[in-house]
Each structure stands twice: as C-alpha cells, then as structure tokens.
C-alpha cells in the first residue's frame, strides 16, 4: 500500500459486497456510491483499501465465543436478527475490514495526518458480546483500545491515551457506551434523539436527548454546550468522530429536521474543536437511511469537503505542534505536552 502524506486518507471496504435479500432496507450501495463520487470530486483524498482487523484486535473489546461465531457462521438465528443481517462468509470479512478501516484511519490521524477517514465504520450499536441495529463488530471500540494499546508501547511511562468518541450520529451509541462504562480514559459523548432507537439505551458519560424534530438551531446549541462540557471534564489525546448522516431531514428513520447546511455546520464544529485543542481527528460515516440515497451520500460528501479543509491546516506552515516549543514535533509528544 502506497503512503503519501499529501493526502487525506480514506479507507474502505465497499468491495466487500454483503449479500442482502431483495428488498432488505439496509442501503447497502450508499458506500459504494460515496467512494466513487469521492474520486470524482475529491482529489485531496486519497482511498485505500481497508486490512481486516485480526482475532486478537477484536479481543480488546469483543469476547472470543462470540469473534469466534461471526468467523464460523455459528450465530444464532436470533442472534442474527439483531444484527439485522444474514450471517454470509462475506458479512464476516466484511465487519472485520470496517473494524480495519477505522483502526487504520486512527493511526494516519496519529501519526502525523491529522484527519483521516473510514468510508463505513461507525457501528456503534455492537456490544462486548453481540452484535445489534447492523453492526457487527464495534469498530470504533477497538480502534480505541489499540489505539491506547500502541500508544503504550510507545511512551511506556505515560498514562493511557485519552480517547473521546464523539457520537453525532442520530441513534444513541449504546454498545460504545457499555463497552466503556468503567473506563475513564475513553470518554463517550452521544447526541440522539429520545425517542428514536435503540429503546434501551445504555448511560454515556454524556448523553444528550433531543426531540423529535429538532431544527439546526436547537441542534447546534445542543452541540456547543455538549463540547463545552466534554472540554470541562476531558482532554483527548485523539478525537473519533462518528459523523452519522442520519439526523438530517431527508432521512427516513431520523426523525429530526437538520438540513444540509446545520449537518455541515456541525462537522466544521466538532473539526474545528478538535483542531483549536491540536488533537488528531478520525471520522467514520455511520448511518444514513436517506429516502433518497443521494441526500445521505450528499451530507457524507459534505462531511469529506469539510475535513480535506481542516487537513489543510495541519500541513499548513502554522501546524502546530509539529514544531512544538517542547515537543520533538511528533504527534504524540504534542498530546502529552498538552495533556501534562
Ligand atoms: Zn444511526
């Protein structure tokens, strides 16, 4: 695989085709379709194809019995209707390289890029121990624990890499927020809307519900006193941001009424948040159920254009910290500087 660093770095696995019955509702063509309007339009954006995330990275978040069900098709029927797919040897590779796509998209941002990206990813409904709401495997979950775990293994002395996930996509991110419920180094951040899925939703470290037909105003306000908090109570060492198209008015299972404009405000905010604080920023898509697909591929497109900006200024002369008055100008040290 062929490394630039004068790209933004995408990765993805649409090639993965899962399978589906006629008429299954998952819109499955919608990532296919984002990748090919992505070359089209997007020049700075370089697509790389996503590697499978192995056993033992699933480990750091998922159980063995069940890592080892989704790789030996030995899901329960029920099971598999939580998750809202039919097990297939291609599900199973598929999950596994979104899982790799967010994870890789984790490092770039790390390791010097700043922003990067997985064109799928975002299966924030996973748990520990079962899939649910078409997620498999939590990619997001694991890209932060290996993200911690690498990290140690470079600065064996510091605590863990403070890790905030930051979930604006419109369903409540209930199996992140489990899977960290006692764990202080990662910080999980939800804004969904109350009475949407999942019914059961598991306590973040903060929730903020919103109304069904919430407007950009009232959205963008939530926002803003929701990343003031997070600023009061965290300070990440790396930004995954979960930029689900799903609360956007066109949306057939939102239920809230953001237009294009509100959803691409919300992607400058939370960009520009992490890029003020200097800290690397990885974006997964999450979901989007658009009446027409185009609306849900049109808001992702927007979130692409937004982050090949913010990009932009980490490889700019003002980027900071790479020459960081006491840092050795790697990313790294910047987060430890910064976080003391
Ligand atoms: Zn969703």
Not at 2 to 8: D, K, L, R, Y
Not at 144 to 152: K, Y
Not at 171 to 180: E, K
């Amino acid at each position: 695989m062929t490394f630039t660093t004068s790209f933004v770095h995408a990765f993805y696995a649409d090639h993965f085709v899962l399978p589906l019955p006629a008429g299954h509702r998952f819109p499955m063509a919608k990532y296919a379709r984002l990748r090919s309007r992505i070359a089209g339009e997007l020049p700075q954006v370089q697509l790389l194809e996503a590697l499978a995330a192995s056993n033992g990275e699933l480990a750091l978040v998922h159980t063995p019995a069940y890592i080892e069900a989704v790789s030996n098709g030995s899901l329960a029927p029920a099971a598999q209707r939580e998750i809202g797919f039919p097990w297939s040897e291609a599900m199973a590779e598929r999950a596994r390289r979104s899982v790799g796509a967010t994870v890789q998209a984790c490092r770039s941002a790390m390791r010097g890029q700043g922003v990067a990206a997985n064109l799928a990813g975002g299966t924030h409904h996973a748990y520990a121990d079962k899939g649910g709401g078409f997620c498999v495997f939590n990619d997001v979950a694991v890209a932060a624990r290996l993200m911690q775990a690498e990290h140690a293994r470079l600065h064996r002395r510091s605590g863990p890499l403070p890790v905030a996930i930051v979930d604006l996509d419109v369903h409540q991110g209930n199996g992140t927020a489990r899977i960290f419920a006692n764990d202080p180094s990662v910080f999980t951040l939800s804004m969904h809307g109350a009475r949407n899925f999942p019914f059961r939703k598991e306590p973040s470290d903060l929730d903020v519900d919103l109304p069904d037909g919430c407007d950009d105003t009232t959205y963008l306000e939530a926002l803003e006193q929701a990343l003031d908090e997070l600023d009061r109570r965290f300070a990440p060492g790396l930004v995954i941001y979960l930029a689900g198209a799903d609360p956007h008015e066109g949306d057939r299972l939102g239920r809230l009424k953001l237009s294009f404009d509100g959803l691409e405000a919300r992607d400058r905010r939370v960009m520009d948040w992490a890029w003020q604080r200097r800290v690397p920023l990885a974006f997964v898509m999450a979901g989007g159920y658009g009446t027409d697909m185009e609306t849900t591929v049109q808001v992702q497109m927007h979130t692409y254009r937004t982050a090949v900006e913010y990009w932009q200024r980490w490889q700019g002369p003002a980027a900071p910290g790479m020459r960081a008055s006491s840092g050795t100008g790697h990313l790294h040290d910047r987060w430890q500087n910064a976080a003391g």
